[in-house]
């Protein structure tokens, strides 16, 4: 049990961080509250549970520790990309231009999401070494990632009423602009040395 404890730790820290799924995830319950973030909620949670199960077949292979730092660095030039996008939008409700009828996007969005390839490769070889059963460390990511998308769609929820001033709501974007930029260029430095 002690150690299912530093598992859920391990994928809890970096999955309650800024990054870019938790703004998209603010941004959607922004512009409708947290019922219209709950697909996007979702579509992460299935997203995420998918790569882990994935990346703990794929680390068996030699080449993929030599490509995750590649799809790191292009997912680090995406974020940076919707950050600068976001910084030259105008403040309207809608920050990202991400609409309630795609959220299926963001399930393949965990693949170039570099947060989320950093997490799985942690968490699979945690969890390899517990001995664990491959289905609770799926189970347990899928679960946290829904519960921190939650609480950062509460937040967006909060700062609806400032984002509805339209100079109130460009200083907000400008500022999450700022947060996903600092994040990308972040993670950018670190997947550049393990290239």
């Given at each position: 049990?002690?150690?299912?404890?530093?598992?859920?730790?391990?994928?809890?820290?970096?999955?309650?961080?800024p990054?870019?799924?938790?703004?998209?995830?603010?941004?959607?319950?922004?512009?409708?509250?947290?019922?219209?973030?709950?697909?996007?909620?979702?579509a992460?949670?299935?997203?995420?549970?998918?790569?882990?199960?994935?990346?703990?077949?794929?680390?068996?292979?030699?080449?993929?520790?030599?490509?995750?730092?590649?799809?790191?660095?292009?997912?680090?030039?995406?974020?940076?990309?919707?950050?600068?996008?976001?910084?030259?939008?105008?403040?309207?409700?809608?920050?990202?231009?991400?609409?309630?009828?795609r959220?299926?996007?963001?399930v393949?969005?965990?693949?170039?999401?570099?947060?989320?390839?950093?997490?799985?490769?942690?968490?699979?070889?945690?969890a390899?070494?517990?001995?664990?059963?491959?289905?609770?460390?799926?189970?347990?990511?899928?679960a946290?990632?829904?519960?921190?998308?939650?609480?950062?769609?509460?937040?967006?929820?909060?700062?609806?009423?400032?984002?509805?001033?339209?100079?109130?709501?460009?200083?907000?974007?400008?500022?999450?602009?700022v947060?996903?930029?600092?994040?990308?260029?972040?993670?950018?430095?670190?997947?550049?040395?393990?290239?």
């Amino acid at each position: 049990m002690q150690t299912l404890a530093a598992l859920a730790a391990i994928i809890a820290l970096p999955i309650v961080m800024p990054g870019p799924n938790n703004f998209i995830v603010m941004a959607e319950s922004i512009a409708g509250g947290i019922r219209r973030a709950v697909p996007s909620i979702l579509a992460i949670a299935v997203g995420s549970a998918l790569l882990l199960a994935a990346a703990k077949g794929l680390l068996a292979f030699h080449f993929m520790q030599r490509i995750v730092p590649l799809i790191g660095v292009a997912g680090c030039l995406l974020v940076a990309a919707m950050a600068g996008r976001l910084w030259m939008k105008p403040a309207e409700p809608d920050m990202l231009g991400i609409h309630s009828k795609r959220p299926i996007a963001l399930v393949p969005f965990q693949w170039v999401n570099p947060n989320s390839w950093v997490l799985a490769v942690v968490v699979a070889t945690a969890a390899s070494s517990a001995g664990y059963p491959d289905w609770v460390p799926i189970a347990l990511l899928a679960a946290l990632s829904a519960a921190a998308s939650l609480l950062w769609a509460m937040v967006g929820q909060s700062l609806a009423p400032l984002a509805a001033n339209p100079k109130h709501g460009r200083w907000l974007n400008r500022a999450v602009a700022v947060a996903m930029f600092v994040a990308a260029l972040q993670m950018f430095i670190s997947q550049i040395g393990e290239i």
